[in-house]
Antibody
Framework: QVQLVQSGAEVKKPGASVKVSCKAS????????ISWVRQAPGQGLEWMGW????????NYAQKLQGRVTMTTDTSTSTAYMELRSLRSDDTAVYYC??????????????WGQGTLVTVSS | QSALTQPASVSGSPGQSITISCTGT?????????VSWYQQHPGKAPKLMIY???NRPSGVSNRFSGSKSGNTASLTISGLQAEDEADYYC??????????FGGGTKLTVL
């Protein structure tokens, strides 16, 4: 069965960086993309960006351009999301989600369990 | 990219039908048949309920259906059940090759 297992909760100080991992199993990793979605406490879902596990192409949400980097390691079927220059409003649960197509983020059919990132001084 | 517009809340009694709307623009909802809907219970990850406007993934009840007209997509839940009480989010592919979510709708089963 398809599973996405994310790394554990993180506490970071403002200005620091965080890197969250998402290990995939149960399907051919390079046949799909991975999107990252975050949810601030009590708020809605926010799409952060997408990476094709096939060729590494990325597309990021405009508001995060320059602060976010998404990568994959096809040897371990793992996707990574690094967010830099953290601010308090980056406090959120971060989800990875398998995207329905390898060439574009059309829908998200399987989700990780979420990783809480807390930014606090 | 502005968020898609959803009603903040809807409610219905068990057995009734409800519809949640999701309004965007010609650059997202109206321009592509790539609208999807997600159900989220408190403290849980979202779950895909509808993709490509009207397709249901395997295992999702046929009480859930999706449609689109112009720049507005809709999710209809028929035969409401207590377990349907949750937050629902729409999402759409955009002309910038990105995704945009709606603000979310809280469904209350009375």
């Amino acid at each position: 069965q398809v599973q996405l297992v994310q790394s554990g909760a993180e506490v970071k100080k403002p200005g620091a960086s965080v890197k969250v991992s998402c290990k995939a199993s149960g399907y051919t990793f390079t046949s799909y993309g991975i999107s990252w979605v975050r949810q601030a406490p009590g708020q809605g879902l926010e799409w952060m960006g997408w990476i094709s596990a096939y060729n590494g192409n990325t597309n990021y949400a405009q508001k995060l351009q320059g602060r976010v980097t998404m990568t994959t390691d096809t040897s371990t079927s793992t996707a990574y999301m690094e967010l830099r220059s953290l601010r308090s409003d980056d406090t959120a649960v971060y989800y990875c989600a398998r995207s329905g197509m390898v060439v574009a983020p059309t829908y998200f059919d399987y989700w990780g369990q979420g990783t809480l990132v807390t930014v606090s001084s | 990219q502005s968020a898609l517009t959803q009603p903040a809340s809807v409610s219905g009694s068990p057995g009734q039908s409800i519809t949640i709307s999701c309004t965007g623009t010609s650059s997202d909802v109206g321009g592509y048949n790539y609208v999807s809907w997600y159900q989220q219970h408190p403290g849980k990850a979202p779950k895909l309920m509808i993709y490509d406007v009207s397709n249901r993934p395997s295992g999702v009840s046929n009480r859930f259906s999706g449609s689109k007209s112009g720049n507005t997509a809709s999710l209809t839940i028929s035969g409401l059940q207590a377990e349907d009480e949750a937050d629902y989010y729409c999402s759409s592919y955009t002309s910038s090759s990105t995704q945009v979510f709606g603000g979310g709708t809280k469904l209350t089963v009375l």
